[in-house]
């Protein structure tokens, strides 16, 4: 089959190389997907630049990349239902401490980790659910149901934060969003009911005035940036559900006022949510999608063949929607 691999960590045009490996068998409750689309994100980008720290090199010889996906049930192993196969499918976890990922015609992989497809919502979509979208309704709905709060959503404008925004909306929250100036037509229509620009200096009183009784829950994409912000903004016992923090991965807290105002700290890594966790937000998504209340955002399509410059694509300052190769 054809796929993408790399066993070396490095720019993406140096290592990553389109070639011919050997398909996969589905093994004892497995499910061998063919893939149309391979959904790109950020952490991909990263883990085959090297980026965590103390890693060195890669964890298996080669890898094929990329851990979100969609496509059709083509074989099953022992122990998973024949009736799957001809299934349209979006995939988790693709990649997440395995060798290959969804950068390929086929993947194999646990048949829990290929999720039937509401009927009607497009393959492409699909490739859009595992890291966006996923990590969309945890930070939204991790701490239950939203109807009545205020949130806050930190870049809305980004495939996450997009999809958090017409999530928390769909969910009956009142929501301020936060993206740069071009950015906020698209932020204003995908539900959110004051916009403001994240590099106003008045930011925080912005958001006061558009809450003074305080944010309940506060979707996060740069904590380190934020926690001064997030001290003055949110309401006494709130929660910050933050999900990254790229440009400050060690922030100094402002611990005085997090301690009297009793916020809670909730950040989510998605690779690892509980099972039981995984299949309620799994939930979420199929009901925002079959209402028409969810339509994650497509900026970009590449040939497998240009998987460096998909990657490239989505470490794009001011990136507008999902990055996705079409297999």
Known sequence: MRAITY??????SEVLALGEIEAPAPGAGEVLVRLAYSGVNPSDAKARAGARPGV??????????????????EAVGADVDAGRIGERVWIW????????????EYIALPAEQAVALPG?????VGATLGIPGLTAAQVVFGG??????????????????????QLAKAGGA???????PKAMDRVRDAGADHVFDYADPELAAQVTGAAPEGVARAVEVEFGANVDLLAEVMAPLGTIAAYGSGKEMAPTLPFGPYLFKALKIDITLIYILPPAQRQAMIARLHEALAS?????????????GDCAKAQEAVMAPGRTGAVLLEV
């Open 7 to 12: 066993d070396s960590f490095g720019p993406a």
């Open 56 to 73: 060195t090199k890669p964890a298996f010889p080669q890898v094929v990349p990329h851990s979100d996906g969609a496509g059709v049930i």
């Open 93 to 104: 976890n693709g990649q997440w401490q395995r060798a290959f990922g969804t950068a390929a």
């Open 120 to 124: 009607g919502v497009p393959l492409e």
């Open 144 to 165: 239950g149901d939203v109807a009545g709060q205020t949130l806050l959503v930190a870049g809305g404008a980004g495939a996450v934060g997009h999809n958090a925004v």
């Open 174 to 180: 009142r929501v301020i969003a936060t993206c740069s």
């Open 292 to 304: 028409g209340a969810l339509a994650p955002e497509i900026g970009a399509r590449f040939t497998l």
